[in-house]
């Protein structure tokens, strides 16, 4: 293997990626575009549910609920029931739905009546925060009739694992990673079409009649499909301040994460007859290994399949990085799969092109 | 113009079809992306509380919980199952209910309640979770709440819920790909691999070869278009009317197909120009998706007046009458893309005359 050929073929590559300046503007458009749509995700989580209430009855606190509201549900106060009902329809205050209670509703309870409280609902209102206005509406009633509630999930509660609350995740910070992956899964074919490109247009033939040997050929799509991924990926990640935590694991995670996709960019190249036959090659690979990335965005754990992906190890120590900011060591088994995958695929990925280059 | 050579060429491409990864790609994607849109992205936007409950006592609570709307409630073997779960944030809270629970509380006592809550649910999560338990458990105790809830509904009627306004997202993409996609790369594709100008050496003329291969599209598109309207159950009863809507778009975007086949130099530069430009074709499914947008945006937009119609008949429950001069407007934009389409067709046909 030799240095100089290697560099050789890199510069090639690279005159054929940039030879075509609208590709390269578009390319950086786009990149353009994720740090745009990035910045204008929301960066924190409002999760409190905000309620108007008229004719308020909670001077005084009824079961833990005041006109100051409780964790997870603020209170609003409107003077009048037409007041309430114009804020619920035009959403002032943030607030979702509205209670109007009776101007007698305290007489009334007192003297063992059952009162008729309104609920304000717009249309489309979540049925889970209808059942909590009933269900507090409820208690309220049940605290001024002096029952108390036979249980106490609010104070008997015990949170397992990491207590986020007044300290959520935000959608800015869920799609951080998922962005650097998704411009990390791209980047497969932009590599397979360079490779896709040679074998069709047969140069690899006219470059391995020079004294290049196969080893030098592939160790140079090689790093070249590395450089230009992880090259692209740090710059986006410098623009969306991937890099705040722990900033030399990010670069290893995605260092790793650019010799896979790497490795399958190389494999749809490969296989491609055309720049369509190489695209839907590319698509079979980018959609499974886009699926991890996709599956963070929701809550819970990962099915035992999507564990399976060579991706889910990527996402994992990306996302305990970047979110959870994990150490090295926390997340060394993680780095440890996408390091195996990422390996098995570049080795994979060169041994099918050596075969496709042999043939042609 | 010879509808004769026109068959011929749209037969060809009906022969060569199933063996074009292009056309597979078309079927598959309106496919997937039904599947993602629906199952995934519907499911990301409207997320309701998740409640598991242990059960050791055949408790009345835990078949009340599963009646629920508006709370996902999933029953799990055992309590140690459950707290993993739990935590791990599968489930927002954990409710186990012990043997003889039901029989405590309609005695008046007050049990020890195991209830657990997930560190990453969210505040309001909670709340909705712990009042609904102590709503349950009050229906175990047999009192009546001292009030009357009556619920009124104000506002906007014209709401309509996230997954219903994804509907444009998955009918644009299943016409896009077919309508614009396919006839684009094809042409390319001919152009590089310079079949198209052995077929023009014949008696068949540039106009014989785009009528065809229009035609291959538009009728997959309309297929494609078709099947995703019902996939979604979003045909409305009107399925005539939908199929007319969907002909126009896909003769609109199959024109654009046309042109860009024709104006592109290369495979590489078209499909960079669908990347680019791909945002304006999209931009009126964003306005669907966010209605609190300025809706007159996306009116300046061609595919607004072919989204819009089918929109308005699956969700709002219209009919052809309603929509007519949206699809008027479409119609107007496919008649003024046809001299464009013969403009460049024109220069196409020059230029493989000087390589030939």
């Known amino acids: ?360 | 113009m010879n509808i004769q050579r026109s068959w011929y060429v749209l037969s060809r491409e009906l022969k060569l079809s199933p063996r074009s990864p292009l056309v597979f790609f078309a079927i598959a994607m309106p496919l997937l992306i039904t599947f993602l849109v629906s199952s995934v992205f519907g499911s990301l936007f409207d997320v309701s509380p998740k409640l598991a409950i242990v059960d050791l006592g055949d408790s009345q609570i835990t078949a009340a919980a599963t009646q629920l709307d508006g709370v996902e409630t999933a029953i799990v073997s055992d309590a140690e199952t459950l707290r993993q779960r739990v935590e791990a944030h599968d489930f927002d809270a954990g409710l186990v209910l012990p043997p003889g629970f039901d029989a405590a509380i309609a005695a008046g006592e007050r049990p020890d309640l195991e209830f657990y809550v997930s560190g990453e649910s969210l505040a309001s999560t909670r709340i909705i979770l712990a009042v609904t338990t102590v709503d349950l458990v009050r229906g175990i105790e047999g009192s009546e709440p001292p009030v009357t809830v009556v619920v009124t509904r104000v506002g906007d009627e014209d709401f309509v819920p996230i997954s219903d306004r994804l509907l444009p997202t998955m009918v644009i993409y299943a016409v896009m790909v077919a309508a614009i996609f396919l006839p684009a790369a094809s042409l390319v594709d001919e152009r590089e691999k310079r079949t198209l100008d052995a077929v023009l050496v014949t008696p068949t003329r540039m106009s014989d070869v785009l009528v065809g291969k229009g035609t291959f599209a538009v009728v997959l598109a309309v297929i494609l278009g078709f099947v995703t309207l019902a996939l979604n159950g979003a045909l409305a009863g009107q399925p005539g009317t939908m199929a007319l809507i969907l002909f126009i778009g896909s003769v609109m975007l199959m024109l654009m197909g046309l042109a860009l086949g024709l104006w592109a130099r290369d495979i590489t530069t078209m499909y960079t120009a669908i990347k680019g430009g791909g945002i304006i074709i999209f931009l009126p499914v964003i306005f669907t998706l966010f209605p609190g947008l300025p809706q007159w945006i996306p009116k300046l937009v061609p595919t607004y007046y072919f989204l819009q119609p089918i929109y308005d008949i699956a969700v709002r429950g219209q009919s052809l009458g309603d929509v007519v001069p949206e699809l008027l407007i479409a119609a107007a934009v496919c008649v003024a893309l046809v001299p464009l389409v013969g403009w460049v067709a024109r220069r196409s046909e020059h230029q493989l005359a000087m390589t030939v």
């Open chain 1, 1 to 360: 293997m030799t240095g100089s050929r290697i560099v050789a073929i890199m510069g090639k590559d690279f005159r054929e990626f940039t030879r075509n300046r609208f590709f390269v503007f578009i390319t950086l458009l786009v990149l353009v575009a994720y740090v745009a749509v990035f910045w204008f995700l929301p960066d924190s989580v409002d999760e409190t549910v905000h309620i108007g209430v008229s004719n308020s009855v909670l001077s005084t606190d009824v079961g833990g609920v005041t006109e100051s509201g409780t964790a997870g549900f603020a209170l609003e106060i409107y003077s009048s029931e037409e007041e309430l009902k114009t804020a619920v329809e035009e959403g002032q205050n943030d607030i979702v739905a509205g209670i109007a209670f009776p101007p007698d509703f305290l007489e009334s309870a007192a003297a063992g009546e059952t009162p008729t409280v309104r609920l304000l609902v717009p249309a489309g209102l979540p049925a889970e925060i209808q059942l909590l206005l009933e269900g507090a509406v409820s208690e309220i009633a049940f605290g001024f009739a002096g029952t108390p509630p036979p249980v106490d999930p609010i104070t008997e509660a015990v949170v397992l694992g990491v207590d986020r609350a007044g300290n959520q995740i935000s959608l800015q910070q869920q799609m951080r990673p998922l962005i650097l992956i998704l411009v990390l899964m791209v980047e497969t074919f932009a590599l397979s079409s360079l490779v896709a490109i040679e074998v069709q247009q047969r140069t690899a033939v006219a470059v391995l009649a020079t004294p290049v040997r196969v080893v030098d050929f592939l160790a140079a799509k090689g790093i070249f499909g590395v450089g230009l991924a992880l090259s692209e990926v740090v710059l986006l990640g410098l623009l969306i301040g991937a890099f705040a935590v722990n900033a030399p694991a990010v670069l290893m995670i995605l260092l790793l994460g650019a010799v896979l996709v790497t490795g399958f960019g190389m494999i749809a190249g490969s296989y491609g007859r055309d720049f369509m036959g190489t695209l839907l090659v590319a698509m079979l690979f980018m959609i499974p290994l886009m699926i991890p990335a996709f599956g963070a965005l929701f809550p819970g754990s990962s099915p035992t399949w999507v564990k399976a992906l060579p991706t889910y190890g990527l996402v994992q120590a990306i996302i305990r990085v970047t979110v959870d900011g994990d150490s090295w060591s926390q997340i060394a088994p993680s780095l440890l799969l996408l390091a195996m995958w990422g390996v098995a695929a570049f080795i994979v990925g060169a041994f099918i092109l050596r075969r496709r280059v042999a043939t042609l």
